[in-house]
């Protein structure tokens, strides 16, 4: 009988598989568990191996095969540290301590690529920790979050880094290496991030629909889960709820053309918690399971986080889908599980000695808590600084009243971990002061609580700002309108305890006012009278310690803004315009905002001069190094955060007034001068090309501009883009 290509093809395989196998020196029951063999061959061997009951419990969020000893590993929440429990009980309900980070939103805040990528290299370290040592958690880590946040009245504005796209994929792309580690053969955990896309609103977010054009579909709400796979290495992400054009996300074609095709998307994309049931109930885009679970499969989903058996079997037997068709997709799990080394020996995978080897818990040492301390100074943001008001001389202070919602507690979030300890404004401020400064505390002002500590006070300090989720209100529900969380939408911008500021405000002129936030707030009173105002997220296990370096003068703030504070509701198009051009963020925004993108003030005083290009033609494939000279003219050392914006010249569509291209975070002492490099890169100024369906670089004069934020540029130069 005459052997077809198949099987010719599938016996030399079987043949080369069996000799490597008999050249290692640990032998192997089956060729999937064979490291030196070729990933796509040992997933062929898995899969045939296999069974359809295990193919289809495989598209669950654990690809464990027990029967043929494959240890698949399931998620883990991550956003700015791992989630083995925080407020929602991610894990189970015996919440164990990990270390616990500012949120996302404060992250973005630092401007500081290597600060992100620490904490997720953190973040990875602990849950190999737990996995390995307590077979707590997974590998496939649910970070970063790509989203941008568009609109200040989104809900989950904390989970994002800011508004600018490409400013988030340049940090998406941090979190991802963290997280994944530096080994070139093996990940320390899986990337996988949330939510693709245009996901920024959430109200009616489980029907809802993003619409705008083919253009900012490439240039902006896809750009940073692009540059997350192109550019950071993840090979997963998670769907959103929403539909774009009409059409849900979890079935959109562009998970294929787009993220498959075109960037090289070959891992894990996994539904949103429950978005299969909404295709039937919210959305209502199909008739029955049967048919919404064949075309999820179909445009390449391999995980389901929510209950898809009987839609799978019952498209099975209705011949919607075939078994080949589950097969292909669990190829891309298969892939990200012998990437995780989940498939090879131990002595393999160098990041498989992580909780073997370890004598004390990771978050325990002191690395780790300094870590979390040196970050969360970074992401504060100085907003007001009235004839040097900060920071305060302790060695003045008889007495000082902290005041607030926020002074003596450290508000978790909903995908927040459970840090080993916490330490509130008050602690942290007393720490510092110690035994000899009388330090005060009252929450609010009933019976006159707050007025009584504050009008003898030589400082007060006003700890306010948001709960992240909404001081523990039922789902869906958010009682105060500022708030906002997880389903709910925002709103109002007005700070509610805005009424308190004034009221100690009108006893003692002394006044600090500390907003922790998880969003931008229109603080427009408290930015004309109080003389200094500061910024941070909430979140961090060291948040109070953190204020107290920046209020007393041990850390000098450089946290910069990611998002443009408006000044009004007013000045923002409706919520569901999801046309940035309308006016959204600091590209298109035409009004007057409270605090522009970029914006933080220091305890010193930056000069800039000599901006200088490499070459004043950069070629359309090409790369120039733009370099500034940035002089502190002040009496303290200080961090300057340097951003590098374009604005494009007779160009043949229409552009934004400037875009961030590049920025550096940069220490510089008293008196001292530096010269700072920045690489711009030609693919970066592309545009989408609709009509030839590529991105396009145009050869046209380009305007450089130089400066400490995006209304506050010093110096400027064009350039040539050339052939």
Same mark, same amino acid.
């Given at each position: 009988?005459?052997?077809?290509?198949?099987?010719?093809?599938?016996?030399?395989?079987?043949?080369?598989?069996?000799?490597?196998?008999?050249? +290692?020196?640990?032998?192997?029951?089956?060729?999937?568990?064979?490291?030196?063999?070729?990933?796509?061959?040992?997933?062929? $061997?898995? %899969?045939?191996?296999?069974?359809?009951?295990?193919?289809?419990?495989?598209?669950?969020?654990?690809?464990?095969?027990?029967?043929?000893?494959? =240890?698949?590993?399931?998620?883990?929440?991550?956003?700015?540290?791992?989630?083995?429990?925080?407020?929602?009980?991610?894990?189970?309900?015996?919440?164990?301590?990990?270390?616990?980070?500012?949120?996302?939103?404060?992250?973005? =805040?630092?401007?500081?690529?290597?600060?992100?990528?620490?904490?997720?290299?953190?973040?990875?370290?602990?849950?190999?920790?737990?996995?390995?040592?307590?077979?707590?958690?997974?590998?496939?880590?649910?970070?970063?979050?790509?989203?941008?946040?568009?609109?200040?009245?989104?809900?989950?504005?904390?989970?994002?880094?800011?508004?600018?796209?490409?400013?988030?994929?340049?940090?998406?792309?941090?979190?991802?290496?963290?997280?994944?580690?530096?080994?070139?053969?093996?990940?320390?955990?899986?990337?996988?991030?949330?939510?693709?896309?245009?996901?920024?609103?959430?109200?009616?977010?489980?029907?809802?629909?993003?619409?705008?054009?083919?253009?900012?579909?490439?240039?902006?709400y896809a750009l940073p889960f692009r540059m997350g796979i192109v550019e950071g290495g993840s090979r997963a992400?998670?769907?959103?709820?929403?539909?774009? $054009?009409?059409?849900?996300?979890?079935?959109?074609?562009?998970?294929?053309?787009?993220?498959?095709?075109?960037?090289?998307?070959?891992?894990?994309?996994?539904?949103?918690?429950?978005?299969?049931?909404?295709?039937?109930?919210?959305?209502?885009?199909?008739?029955?399971?049967?048919?919404?679970? +064949?075309?999820?499969?179909?445009?390449?989903?391999?995980?389901?986080?929510?209950?898809?058996?009987?839609?799978?079997?019952?498209?099975?037997?209705?011949?919607?889908?075939?078994?080949?068709?589950?097969?292909?997709?669990?190829?891309?799990?298969?892939?990200?599980? !012998?990437?995780?080394?989940?498939?090879?020996?131990?002595?393999?995978?160098?990041?498989?000695?992580?909780?073997?080897?370890?004598?004390?818990?990771?978050?325990?040492?002191?690395?780790?808590?300094?870590?979390?301390?040196?970050?969360?100074?970074?992401? !504060?943001?100085?907003?007001?600084?009235?004839?040097?008001?900060?920071?305060? +001389?302790?060695?003045?202070?008889?007495?000082?009243?902290?005041?607030?919602?926020?002074?003596?507690?450290?508000?978790?979030?909903?995908?927040?971990?459970?840090?080993?300890?916490?330490?509130?404004?008050?602690?942290?401020?007393?720490?510092?002061?110690?035994?000899?400064?009388?330090?005060?505390?009252?929450?609010?002002?009933?019976?006159?609580?707050?007025?009584? /500590?504050?009008?003898?006070?030589?400082?007060?300090?006003?700890?306010?700002?948001?709960?992240?989720?909404? $001081?523990?209100?039922?789902?869906?529900?958010?009682?105060?309108?500022?708030?906002?969380?997880?389903?709910?939408?925002?709103?109002?911008?007005?700070?509610? =305890?805005?009424?308190?500021?004034?009221?100690?405000?009108?006893?003692?002129?002394?006044?600090?006012?500390?907003?922790?936030?998880?969003?931008?707030?229109?603080?427009?009173?408290?930015?004309?009278?109080?003389?200094?105002?500061?910024?941070?997220?909430?979140?961090?296990?060291?948040?109070?310690?953190?204020?107290?370096?920046?209020?007393?003068?041990?850390?000098?703030?450089?946290?910069?803004?990611?998002?443009?504070?408006?000044?009004?509701?007013?000045?923002?198009?409706?919520?569901?315009?999801? +046309?940035?051009?309308?006016?959204?963020?600091?590209?298109?925004?035409?009004?007057?905002?409270?605090?522009?993108?970029?914006?933080?003030?220091?305890?010193?005083?930056?000069?800039?001069?000599?901006?200088?290009?490499?070459?004043?033609?950069?070629?359309?494939?090409?790369?120039?190094?733009?370099?500034?000279? /940035?002089?502190?003219?002040?009496?303290?050392?200080?961090?300057?955060?340097?951003? %590098?914006?374009?604005?494009?010249?007779?160009?043949?569509?229409?552009?934004?007034?400037? =875009?961030?291209?590049?920025?550096?975070?940069?220490? !510089?002492?008293?008196?001292?001068?530096?010269?700072?490099?920045?690489?711009?890169?030609?693919?970066?100024?592309?545009?989408?090309?609709?009509?030839?369906?590529?991105?396009?670089?145009?050869?046209?004069?380009?305007?450089?501009?130089?400066?400490?934020?995006?209304?506050?540029?010093?110096?400027?130069?064009?350039?040539?883009?050339?052939?």
């Amino acid at each position: 009988m005459k052997t077809s290509p198949v099987t010719a093809a599938a016996l030399t395989l079987t043949l080369t598989a069996a000799l490597i196998i008999a050249s +290692n020196a640990q032998a192997v029951q089956y060729p999937f568990q064979n490291p030196d063999l070729d990933t796509e061959a040992r997933i062929d $061997n898995l %899969l045939s191996l296999m069974t359809l009951d295990e193919k289809v419990q495989a598209l669950s969020t654990d690809p464990s095969v027990p029967r043929l000893g494959v =240890e698949g590993t399931k998620h883990v929440e991550g956003l700015h540290g791992l989630a083995l429990g925080g407020p929602s009980n991610w894990g189970s309900k015996d919440p164990v301590p990990t270390t616990i980070f500012p949120q996302a939103y404060g992250l973005g =805040e630092s401007w500081d690529v290597d600060a992100v990528k620490t904490v997720a290299a953190i973040e990875g370290y602990e849950a190999r920790y737990y996995f390995q040592k307590h077979k707590r958690g997974g590998l496939v880590v649910r970070a970063p979050n790509a989203d941008i946040a568009r609109d200040p009245r989104w809900g989950r504005t904390e989970e994002s880094y800011g508004e600018d796209a490409w400013f988030n994929g340049t940090m998406t792309v941090a979190f991802i290496q963290g997280l994944q580690g530096d080994d070139p053969d093996y990940w320390q955990t899986a990337a996988l991030m949330k939510h693709f896309l245009a996901n920024s609103n959430e109200d009616n977010r489980d029907s809802s629909s993003s619409d705008f054009d083919e253009r900012l579909l490439h240039e902006y709400y896809a750009l940073p889960f692009r540059m997350g796979i192109v550019e950071g290495g993840s090979r997963a992400f998670m769907t959103a709820y929403n539909a774009v $054009n009409g059409v849900p996300m979890i079935v959109h074609p562009m998970l294929e053309t787009l993220a498959v095709k075109q960037w090289g998307q070959t891992g894990i994309i996994c539904t949103d918690g429950g978005a299969f049931r909404l295709l039937l109930e919210a959305h209502k885009y199909y008739p029955d399971p049967y048919k919404a679970a +064949n075309a999820v499969i179909k445009t390449g989903t391999n995980q389901f986080l929510d209950d898809y058996k009987e839609g799978v079997y019952g498209a099975l037997a209705n011949g919607y889908l075939t078994e080949k068709e589950i097969e292909d997709v669990l190829r891309g799990v298969y892939r990200v599980m !012998i990437k995780l080394g989940q498939l090879d020996p131990k002595e393999r995978v160098r990041y498989k000695s992580i909780g073997v080897e370890d004598e004390q818990e990771p978050w325990l040492t002191e690395s780790h808590k300094q870590a979390a301390r040196e970050v969360t100074r970074k992401t !504060i943001v100085l907003l007001k600084n009235e004839n040097g008001t900060l920071p305060l +001389n302790r060695e003045k202070m008889k007495s000082v009243a902290v005041i607030g919602s926020v002074a003596n507690d450290v508000f978790l979030d909903w995908y927040s971990g459970t840090p080993p300890y916490t330490v509130t404004a008050l602690e942290g401020i007393r720490n510092t002061l110690g035994k000899d400064v009388d330090v005060r505390y009252a929450k609010d002002n009933i019976d006159g609580a707050a007025t009584g /500590i504050a009008k003898d006070a030589d400082a007060v300090i006003l700890v306010v700002g948001n709960h992240p989720y909404c $001081n523990g209100a039922e789902w869906k529900e958010c009682g105060t309108p500022s708030f906002g969380r997880e389903a709910v939408d925002r709103k109002s911008l007005t700070l509610e =305890e805005e009424a308190l500021i004034k009221q100690v405000y009108a006893v003692n002129r002394n006044v600090v006012v500390v907003l922790a936030s998880s969003f931008p707030y229109a603080i427009n009173w408290t930015q004309k009278h109080i003389p200094a105002i500061l910024h941070m997220a909430h979140n961090s296990q060291e948040m109070g310690n953190a204020l107290a370096d920046v209020l007393f003068g041990d850390y000098n703030p450089a946290g910069r803004l990611t998002q443009t504070w408006v000044a009004s509701l007013k000045q923002l198009p409706d919520m569901m315009d999801y +046309n940035i051009r309308n006016g959204r963020t600091y590209m298109y925004f035409d009004g007057k905002p409270l605090y522009p993108f970029g914006y933080g003030l220091s305890y010193t005083q930056f000069d800039y001069s000599n901006l200088t290009v490499s070459s004043d033609k950069l070629k359309r494939d090409g790369e120039i190094t733009v370099r500034v000279d /940035i002089k502190n003219t002040g009496e303290v050392a200080g961090d300057e955060v340097v951003q %590098l914006y374009v604005k494009h010249r007779n160009s043949k569509v229409k552009r934004p007034d400037r =875009e961030i291209r590049g920025f550096k975070r940069v220490s !510089i002492p008293a008196g001292k001068t530096v010269t700072v490099s920045i690489p711009l890169i030609a693919s970066d100024l592309a545009y989408w090309d609709a009509k030839m369906n590529r991105f396009v670089v145009e050869k046209k004069m380009l305007q450089l501009m130089v400066g400490a934020s995006s209304k506050d540029i010093r110096l400027t130069k064009n350039i040539q883009v050339v052939e």
